[in-house]
């Protein structure tokens, strides 16, 4: 049996000229949120692999159809362009099984759990919030999405659902680091935690006694977040060591 599952792309939003969401139907894959699955189209003539395929995340949550991927076209990406083509009714091939422990089930307990996103780093953090597993574990979960424009503050009608949801539960804060934006933190993620301006914004304090961190997206922002959270005494989260701070890395 081949590995790969051919789904059928059902909806193609087009957010901004580079961002895009895909929704795929694709019923025999299934996922924890927060992992990722692998989307693939057949690889140009000559190359050594049937399918060009990459990583990508369930946005949406594992118990709802049809699946969605959030992605970014980068410049000549193989990949990327491609996908950014496709339309409804058109075939995509995705990996049966789903990978990565970037999920709520990996976490240890705190009070707060700050999801930190730049970019299509959101994604992941959409599917969870749209799960009950992280309502139960957390007394209160702010939502960061950091982009370069305000254009691409995308998702802001399922942001504004989950905040509903949960009243007092839930704070989102939106970050903007190349243009003035009402309504916006200006700069980025880890200068904000720095100086304090995060949690301001957030009314709660980020510290290693109440505090889990998970960051997705730009691995310069993970890094460099990293580097502001050790400032705090806050260290990586390991199975075997337990930690503050759970990370995945885009590229
Ligand atoms: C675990 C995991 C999950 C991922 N999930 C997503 C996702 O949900 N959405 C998504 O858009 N991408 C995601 N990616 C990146 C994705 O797999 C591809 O690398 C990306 O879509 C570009 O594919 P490509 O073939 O066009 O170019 P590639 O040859 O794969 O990448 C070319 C270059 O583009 C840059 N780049 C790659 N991805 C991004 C990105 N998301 N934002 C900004 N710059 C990037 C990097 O500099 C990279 O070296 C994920 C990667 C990993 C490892
Ligand atoms: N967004 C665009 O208009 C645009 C246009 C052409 C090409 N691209 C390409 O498209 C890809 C994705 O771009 P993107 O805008 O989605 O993602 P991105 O470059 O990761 O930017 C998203 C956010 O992450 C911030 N960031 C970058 N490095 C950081 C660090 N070390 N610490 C903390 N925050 C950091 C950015 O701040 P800063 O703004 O301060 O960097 C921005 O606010 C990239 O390959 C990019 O080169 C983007």
Same mark, same amino acid.
């Given at each position: 049996?081949?590995?790969?599952?051919?789904?059928?792309? %059902?909806?193609?939003?087009?957010? /901004?000229? =580079? #961002?895009?969401? @895909?929704?795929?139907?694709? *019923?025999?894959?299934?996922?924890?949120?927060?992992?990722?699955?692998?989307?693939?189209?057949?690889?140009?003539?000559?190359?050594?692999?049937?399918?060009?395929?990459?990583?990508?995340?369930?946005?949406?949550?594992?118990?709802?159809?049809?699946?969605?991927?959030?992605?970014?076209? %980068?410049?000549?990406?193989?990949? /990327?362009? =491609? #996908?950014?083509? @496709?339309?409804?009714?058109? *075939?995509?091939?995705?990996?049966?099984?789903?990978?990565?422990?970037?999920?709520?089930?990996?976490?240890?307990?705190a009070d707060a759990l700050w999801c930190l996103s730049t970019g299509t780093g959101l994604g992941p953090f959409l599917?969870?919030?749209?799960?009950?597993?992280?309502?139960?574990?957390?007394?209160?979960?702010?939502?960061?999405?950091?982009?370069?424009?305000?254009?691409?503050?995308?998702?802001?009608?399922?942001?504004?659902?989950?905040?509903?949801?949960?009243?007092?539960?839930?704070?989102?804060?939106?970050?903007?680091?190349?243009?003035?934006?009402?309504?916006?933190?200006?700069?980025?993620?880890?200068?904000?935690?720095?100086?304090?301006?995060?949690?301001?914004?957030?009314?709660?304090?980020?510290?290693?006694?109440?505090?889990?961190?998970?960051?997705?997206?730009?691995?310069?922002?993970?890094?460099?977040?990293?580097?502001?959270?050790?400032?705090?005494?806050?260290?990586?989260?390991?199975?075997?060591?337990?930690?503050?701070?759970?990370?995945e890395t885009y590229w």
């Amino acid at each position: 049996m081949s590995k790969w599952v051919q789904g059928k792309v %059902v909806g193609h939003r087009r957010w /901004t000229d =580079r #961002l895009h969401s @895909l929704q795929v139907e694709a *019923p025999e894959v299934t996922f924890i949120a927060g992992q990722f699955g692998r989307l693939a189209l057949p690889a140009p003539p000559g190359s050594k692999e049937e399918m060009l395929g990459r990583p990508y995340s369930f946005v949406n949550a594992p118990d709802t159809a049809p699946h969605e991927f959030y992605f970014v076209t %980068v410049p000549d990406g193989p990949l /990327t362009a =491609r #996908l950014a083509a @496709l339309s409804p009714g058109d *075939p995509i091939w995705l990996l049966r099984t789903a990978n990565g422990f970037f999920s709520v089930g990996e976490l240890p307990d705190a009070d707060a759990l700050w999801c930190l996103s730049t970019g299509t780093g959101l994604g992941p953090f959409l599917s969870i919030v749209r799960t009950p597993d992280p309502w139960a574990r957390f007394g209160r979960i702010v939502l960061v999405h950091a982009v370069r424009y305000g254009n691409e503050l995308t998702y802001r009608d399922v942001i504004a659902g989950i905040g509903t949801a949960h009243p007092g539960a839930f704070t989102y804060i939106p970050m903007v680091s190349r243009e003035a934006r009402p309504g916006a933190l200006a700069g980025r993620i880890p200068a904000a935690i720095s100086d304090g301006s995060l949690e301001f914004r957030a009314g709660l304090a980020l510290a290693a006694e109440n505090s889990h961190i998970m960051l997705c997206g730009n691995p310069a922002m993970v890094d460099d977040t990293q580097k502001a959270l050790a400032a705090r005494g806050m260290r990586r989260h390991r199975r075997r060591e337990p930690g503050h701070v759970t990370v995945e890395t885009y590229w």
